[in-house]
């Protein structure tokens, strides 16, 4: 297979290009719109998530909860696992979500048009794998890790990504690497929290 190039032809107005990299979609294209903050995690930085994950997330539940692009979530989706929530509030990028849903023609993706913060306060399921890669220029991040938890089923992953590692009480660093000004990690709740929010 060829190896793949950045693009020299002009693409759509506004509109960019992102890669699934494993599992049932893999190198399957998605298209995603300009926006102010929307920047896909890079293939090199997916690919080593997915194998701090164990490649394949058979019959996981995840959330994504800043979906932007979809990179993550329909990443997940491609891996096997069994349902994806994919949250994002810019029409541009839910729009683009909506029909990239249509494009792979996947039902294990849902795509709720909300401000995710507020979603967690009414929230009820729990899930396996969760998706933090908010805005950098917000504290956003900080937010929902503060709200996480009792969306979090026992031994639940939460991957974040950051232009600032943060203080992380409460949170156990499984794994964590940088690349370029992007900092990433997969994190868990320390046995006391999750117990914690067990019995709320």
């Known amino acids: 297979m060829p190896k793949l190039a ?14 699934i990299i494993g599992g049932e979609y893999r ?17 090199r930085v997916r690919e080593t998530l997915f194998n701090w994950l164990g490649q394949e997330l058979d019959g996981q539940v995840c959330l994504d909860l800043f979906a932007g692009s979809g990179a993550l979530g329909f990443e997940a989706a491609s891996r096997g696992a069994s349902r994806v929530v994919m949250l994002e509030m810019a029409r541009p990028a839910l729009a683009a979500l909506q029909a990239n849903r249509s494009l792979l023609q996947t039902n294990k993706v849902e795509i709720v048009g909300t401000d995710a913060l507020a979603w967690l306060t009414r929230n009820n399921e729990q899930f396996d794998v969760v998706f933090l890669d908010p805005p950098f220029a917000s504290d956003l991040l900080i937010r929902a890790l ?36 992007v900092h990433y990690g997969l994190l868990r709740r320390e046995a006391e929290q999750a117990g914690d929010s067990q019995t709320k």
């Open 6 to 19: 950045p693009k020299t032809t002009k693409p759509i107005r506004g509109t960019n290009q992102l890669r």
């Open 27 to 43: 190198r399957r294209i998605l298209p995603f719109p300009d926006g102010e903050g929307l920047r896909p995690t890079p293939d």
């Open 146 to 181: 503060a709200a996480i938890s009792p969306c979090l089923r026992d031994d639940a992953r939460v991957y974040i990504e950051t232009a600032d590692w943060p203080v992380l009480d409460g949170w156990e660093v499984l794994r964590k690497g940088k690349a370029g000004v």
